[in-house]
């Protein structure tokens, strides 16, 4: 058998190709280099801060792990070699096609013999830029095989040789997911490709040949390529099997990596609400990651993220795990820091407690009292009765308890909310209604899901679920002396920020009222009573804050602000499991007090000045039941109008101003109350409360004398009865209907 000479069936091959290549349509050389680099996707967006510093890579793109385009320059020695000498041994040297390589298989394809196939890094690198030469599972058909070849020359006519190699090395598929040196460098190796070895760079070459190989293979192959990169050298092969095997196993390249996973998050899901992608070309770089900045300060989240992390390793005894932490800017509204999570600390670090709706607690009195004071209703220094209070609602009687079980008798509205004592805030609801409060709570940006009444006076106390983001910009809005403005985490153009800010921004609350509830929450003597003298709360510099916990101890929260700034802080456990044990000043407030002292190690922070229309004026207060006056003269803002020299107690025990008269009437219970006798209760230690106003009253039940007072307390036995309120001359003046239900052994209990 004859065989035609080797340039002679080069020249029949290049005639064909010569004439295929004018009957096609141009294919991949028709692509410049610039735009192909350009085209470029990463799999990850850059969630930068506001100075550009790396926050977060979040993956954007789940169908594969892309890193960023590589230079050639920045690609190892090494591994272009082995990546040349694996793939295409004459890549410098052909036009691309290698004509010995192809007339080696062809001719070995005639025999059945084994050879090295004859796709070059062009064509391969064509087969990639072009879908329509893309090798399928089954192989490539003669036609794609043909324009494979004719986009190898029309590429190299029209890019470098360093070009080719570059952009091949940025789209390869390497194994599984993985496509491009970046990605493949850091998952299997942890480094970038500018420092692959030799090692390295033979596993990554081999897998180019055969990608989803199983690792012995992969590692006979990578041998292979080392003896060709060091001949003449002895070469460890069965070393490097446990290497390949190592590195086929290890996933370090984590594409959301960084410190603010959750505030990344949350900025690519507001871009796509407001129609923009995850990755603007105005925000893109040719080759480079998609870019998105933020408001986020990168300092202060690491020094954020830490100071929670470590806290909550303290308190790790009392069964907490999680924690989250948002800081805010007051003039703004920008997010300066967004700590979601404990992250490994927590069974459920990707849940953004941020965002999550818990119970707030205490943490919603200092908007109750400043409606009740834009209201007229209260002024700072009016008193409140803190003592055993039934209130009766609709579903029963509502008898709130002070955190301590303690109470403080008579106290003055900046006394009760300083030291967050909850029957004065129950009371302070009765005046407002829970409805009312509802809408003042939704016009501050707190998402109820129900309306006030659903709630009812426990809404005083923090019934109702909100988030730590919008509480923190709750309390910016009375920092901002009641102005309302929604906060920002997307980073936008200085001007066009401040004009977003300035545009939401809407008066939702008497500044008058702000201002005060701010002086009362940045006073350390008022809260005293509660959080004694040195208290974790007091700083060195001007602050107001207010801590919370939820029932059963499930959160704890310290939310507070500067004069430039609002930090909220919660820690508790995202499954809603209860704490140990767990204060509010040894919770979140550690917390927060860090974060504040940190925000202004180089930053003063000065009172507000008074707005008009305020009045400061001294008051003094009338005597307890010991004698000595409820609380200590001192000078009190007042809205103007409201002012008054003396706060007392009447006969009746109310806290209502000295000289003010009521007549015989009862408070409490309501009229037609039904009261339900709980059997886990010892029968001795539930008795109702009677509350009445005036002076020289007793009490009938059932027609029998029972009491002499405006208080008194009743051992309830079931039934219908009537409480009956008697002046001084005999004559009933008020009456109540209520019906108490329950087991007979608290009958029995209660004749005895």
Known sequence: MSRLPFPACRSCLAAVLAAIACALPALAGAVSFDEVKREFRPSDTAVLDRNGELLQRVRTDASVRRGQWVALSDVSPALRMAMVLSEDRRFYEHSGIDWRAVSSAAWGNLWNTRTRGASTITMQLSGLLDEDLRRANSGRTFTQKIGQTVAATQLERSWRKDQILEAYLNTVPFRGEIVGIDALSRTLFGKAPSGLDAREASVAAALVRAPNARPALVAQRACEVMRAMEPGQKIDCDALDMFTSAALQR?????????????????????????????????????????????????LQRFALATLQRHLKELRGRHVEDGALVVLDNASGEVLAWVGSSGPLSQAAEVDAVTALRQPGST?????????????????????????????????????QNYD?????????????????????????????PESFARQLRAAGLPLRESGDYYGYSLALGSAEVSLLSLTN???TLANGGRYGPPMLAAAPAPAAKDKASDKAATILDPRAAFIVGDILSDANARTRTFGPDSILSTRFWTAVKTGTSKDMRDNWAVGWSQRYTVGVWVGNASGASMWDVSGTSGAAPVWAEVMRFLHAREPSRAPRPPAGLVEAQVTFGPGADGNPLEAARSEWFLQGTEQPLFALDNAGAGTPAGAGAAPRITAPADGTIIALDPDIPPLHQRVRFEAEGRGVQWRIDGKHFARGNSAQWLPWPGRHVIELVDATGKVVDQRKLEVRGAGVVAKSARR
């Open 405 to 433: 079980r303690q109470f403080k008798g008579a106290v003055s509205a900046r006394t009760a909310l300083a030291a967050s004592l909850n029957v004065p805030a129950v009371r302070t609801l009765v005046m407002v209604s």
């Open 474 to 476: 709750a309390y910016r």
């Open 251 to 299: 996933r370090a390249f984590d594409a959301t990596e960084g410190i603010a996973p959750h505030a990344a998050r949350r900025v690519l899901k507001e871009l796509r609400e407001a129609g923009e992608t995850a990755a603007p070309p105005a925000r893109q770089a040719a080759g480079r990651e998609a870019a998105v900045r933020t408001t986020l300060r990168a300092p």
């Open 364 to 400: 919603l009195k200092p908007l109750l009292y400043a409606q009740a004071i834009a209201e007229r209703r209260l002024t700072a220094a009016s008193l409140i009765d803190d003592s055993s209070a039934q209130i009766s609602t609709a579903s029963g009687l509502y008898i709130p």
